[in-house]
């Protein structure tokens, strides 16, 4: 990515930053729920405490003991975060009931960032309340998400999902959402091909490339020139990797040095059916 992309990029994100508003009047109200707008560093206390509490009860177990009051709370309070309220309807006082005035029952927690050169709306979390559940809310946000992306001039929407969050996945899969192509499983999925193709052989075991990571990172991109940043940085990625496993390689069979830089085709395949990956489930924040 050359330094002129890289300015163009940076503007691009300082400019989507800029806006005061996000949310077009038509998104606004979907059957009584309201949709309002916070930024961080603003958020009334009311609100703090309830995006919080939520995030907590909803992810703190799948989170584990990587759960962190402090981090959490931090991101949350960011300058940068940009957050979508949504509020239940309001009733009216009905016979022995006083009015319930609205209430905030989900949220979205996003930021314009640069993905590995791309720019993008990147949604931190997406959080429901159970009693709203299975109400389309769900969908409804991830659409105005995806117009918000689109008003800025994002080439798409990000986010990162537990392997373990299996409901998520379903949601995120049924929006349009796919692994990125830099994602860790993709990642390694990849350099364990090539290697299979390098050794023309079976792999040592203690040298299978494998993803130890927690999480899958999914994209909706509608910006083919940004798939294509994104394949190339996993392409880089994915080369760094095959050259530390190769020296490592060639040290363990008492060879000197390393065999330079790998080039893809220079060895005849041994076998050109994908090496399957042994990591397919997938995780991340709440739908």
């Known amino acids: 990515m050359c330094h002129e992309e890289k300015k163009k990029v940076k503007k691009l994100i300082e400019e989507a930053y800029k806006q005061t508003r996000f949310v077009e009047e038509n998104q606004q109200e979907l059957r009584g729920f309201t949709l309002t707008e916070e930024a961080g560093g603003r958020v009334p206390a009311e ?104 008003a800025a001039g994002m080439a798409g929407v990000c986010l990162t999902c537990f392997k373990h969050n299996n409901a998520a996945l379903k949601f995120y899969s049924s929006q349009g959402y796919t692994e990125a192509p830099h994602s860790p499983g993709a990642c390694a999925q990849l350099a364990q091909a090539k290697l299979k193709i390098i050794s023309g052989q079976e792999t040592k075991e203690k040298h299978l490339v494998e993803d130890e990571e927690n999480y899958i990172i999914l994209c909706k991109l509608w910006d083919e020139e940004a798939v294509d940043r994104l394949k190339e940085y996993a392409e880089e990625s994915v080369q760094e990797l095959l050259e530390s496993i190769i020296a490592a390689q060639n ?33 991340f924040n709440s739908a």
């Open 47 to 150: 609100l703090q405490a309830f995006t919080f509490d939520l995030l907590r009860q909803n992810m703190r177990l799948l989170y584990g003991s990587e759960w962190s009051d402090r981090e959490k709370r931090g991101e949350l309070s960011d300058p940068l975060a940009r957050f979508l309220i949504l509020w239940s309807p309001a009733t009216e006082a009905a016979r022995l009931q006083e009015p319930v005035p609205a209430q905030p029952c989900a949220f979205v927690h996003f930021r314009f960032v640069e993905e590995e050169r791309v720019p993008v709306l990147y949604v931190y979390e997406l959080q429901l309340a159970p009693q709203v559940h299975r109400l389309g809310l769900g969908r409804y946000l991830d659409s105005v998400c995806c117009s918000i992306a689109r």
């Open 251 to 283: 040290s363990d069979d008492g060879v000197s040095g390393t065999e330079g830089e790998y080039e893809e085709g220079t060895e005849e395949s041994g076998d050109d059916e994908d090496i399957e990956n042994d990591t397919e489930e997938i995780e």
